[in-house]
């Protein structure tokens, strides 16, 4: 299992990167959207937590989720206007880029 994630963490440009953690740190955005948007699991996320973050960033971050009900679907029904915002954000970003 570790190997494939390694393979798939590694074909992930850097703004894919950067906007994984963005979405990883706001507290309304699940796991779940990210995996859609991303096709990540909350291991692999985790995962480039890990690999980006500074170790305190990290923790301190692993805290926050360990304790934040709202990072899994069932669990919250706050987010969905939250999440529709950031989809149409990266969609827009997305758009701009030259194919």
């Given amino acids: 299992m570790k ?15 950067n906007k994984i953690i963005k979405w990883a740190w706001h507290d309304y955005t699940s796991f779940e959207s990210i995996k859609k948007e991303f096709n990540l699991s ?6 480039v937590m890990r690999k980006e973050l500074k170790p305190s960033s990290f923790r301190l971050w692993r805290k926050r989720m360990n304790s934040n009900l709202t990072k899994h679907e069932k669990l919250s029904s706050h987010r969905r206007e939250f999440e529709k915002k950031l989809i149409d954000e990266v969609s827009t970003e997305n758009s701009s880029y030259p194919n």
């Fill in 3 to 17: 190997k494939k994630l390694k393979i798939k963490l590694s074909g992930l440009d850097k703004a894919s990167l």
């Fill in 42 to 47: 909350e291991e692999e996320v985790i995962e």
